[in-house]
């Protein structure tokens, strides 16, 4: 419980932008991959974009181009840039952290796009 803290959703218009951020406690440590997936209403919990502790990134084709995902100096924390947002960008965003013994889930964040 509480391991991980979401911060930065939020409501925006289409083409608007949002900065979402997630921040591991110190008894998560052996960090791997950190992420961030989204729940949109009505539909399953989709992959947005993950990146490893070397630093490689994988982005769902549907955000490629308008999302950048990073990681903190610290290497606890882990961000989405989101640009260029659309009307489907609409979910809620769950970061997810991985370690070497178990996965972390955020409590997630609300992004609605709407005009």
């Known amino acids: 419980q509480g391991q991980l803290v979401e911060s930065g959703g939020g409501l925006v218009q289409p083409g608007g932008s949002l900065r979402l951020s997630c921040a591991a406690s110190?008894?998560?440590?052996?960090?791997?991959?950190m992420g961030w997936y989204r729940r949109a209403p009505g539909k399953q919990r989709e992959l947005v974009a993950t990146?490893?502790?070397?630093?490689?990134?994988h982005y769902a084709d549907s955000v490629k181009g308008r999302f950048t995902i990073s990681r903190g100096n610290a290497n606890n924390t882990v961000s989405l840039q989101m640009n260029s947002l659309k009307l489907d960008d609409t979910a809620v965003y769950y970061c997810?952290?991985?370690?070497?013994?178990?996965?972390?889930w955020g409590q997630g964040t609300q992004v609605t796009v709407s005009s």
């Open positions: 110190r008894s998560v440590f052996s960090i791997n991959t």
């Open positions: 990146i490893t502790s070397n630093g490689y990134t």
């Open positions: 997810l952290v991985v370690t070497t013994q178990y996965n972390y």
